[in-house]
């Protein structure tokens, strides 16, 4: 494992690559998004991030599955996207920097001020940004 700038671990070169590489979006205009569209961007991210991480790996919810969930199933899917973050880190070999526990920052502190929301989004983003960039993203 290769310590990466961001503070998270990144994916070495002995894993095969998998499918297209993702996007990275920045966290802090992801979240200004968020606030301007009434949380209406914070759907199209669980859409596009499930779909690149599902086109990229064969595996996990993909964007359809993972915006129905959101939905009408939204506590679930701060956990959902942090443990699909984790487990692309688990194929390559590495302790995943997020898991589907992460998402309790969501469901114990998002009710204070949108604490735990912010806590968890900076986490689950920064990991995912941190992994595509490590398979070659920009």
Known sequence: MIPATTGYPVATAYAPAAGPVGKVRSTGTCFALCIVTLGIYSLYWYYATHDEMKRHTGDGLGGGLALVLAIFIG?????????????????????????????????????FFLVG??????????????????????
């Open 117 to 138: 929301a912010i806590v968890w989004f900076v986490k689950t983003n920064g990991a995912l940004n941190a992994y595509w960039r490590s398979q070659g993203a920009r």
């Open 75 to 111: 506590i679930a899917s701060p956990f959902l996207s942090s443990s699909e973050v984790g487990k692309l880190y688990e194929r390559r070999g590495m302790r995943g920097p997020v898991s589907g526990v992460t998402g309790l920052w969501m469901l114990l502190l998002g009710w």
